[in-house]
């Protein structure tokens, strides 16, 4: 009973955390908020936060025995790739990306301004970006899986990796709606998750 809950409210943050960020929600918000919508992404980050909190707190206070562990060699690569993997994250996040739009600072800066893009120079194709188009869900995963977990854990990591292979299929629809043929370009180029793979479109 007690994964069936746990399951079933990290399933459901999943839900509301693409919902809350879908193309579908967000035209409808501006549309209704138009400049001020500028406001939005900042007040998405602050909100997954907020919920994601007292879901972690939660899972934790049950008692779980640990049911992985690594002994040498195996904790050697363990660590190999937990520390790899959070320093890509961190890697990707400030250089790969713009990190003042993620936390939807840039948007609220340029509040009222017209902004023209151009897909071809706003698609970066250098570090790890020219390796992978998502190097910040790929070190995720790497993360997750490379930690001394309990039975919750592995059940929860299960529910995130499906999750974020979802997450990532969606965002590539919509990078394709926004970018146009650039992107598609790109998705030939280079591989979705898998480093030195074909690449393959959704």
Not at 73 to 83: A, E
Request: aromatic share 18%.
């Amino acid at each position: 009973m007690e994964l069936l809950i746990i399951g079933l409210l990290w399933m459901g943050y999943c839900i509301l955390h693409s919902f809350l960020i879908s193309t579908y929600f967000t035209n409808i918000l501006f549309r209704t908020l138009k400049k001020y919508y500028a406001f939005y992404r900042l007040f998405y980050v602050l909100l997954s936060l907020v919920l994601l909190i007292p879901l972690i707190n939660y899972t934790s206070q049950f008692d779980n025995k640990v049911i992985i562990t690594y002994s040498f060699p195996l904790s050697i690569i363990r660590y190999t790739l937990m520390y790899g993997s959070l320093l890509s994250l961190f890697w990707a996040f400030f250089f790969s990306y713009d990190a003042l739009s993620f936390f939807g600072i840039r948007q609220i800066l340029n509040i009222g301004k017209e902004t023209k893009i151009n897909p071809d120079a706003a698609i970066k194709k250098s570090g790890l970006l020219g390796i992978i188009r998502h190097p910040m869900y790929l070190a995720l995963i790497i993360f997750l899986w490379s930690t001394i977990f309990t039975l919750i854990d592995f059940y929860i990591n299960m529910l995130l990796t499906v999750y974020v292979i979802i997450g990532t299929k969606l965002e590539e629809k919509k990078l394709v709606r926004e970018f146009g043929d650039a992107y598609v370009k790109y998705q030939h180029e280079v591989p979705m998750l898998i480093p030195f793979t074909k690449p393959k479109t959704i």
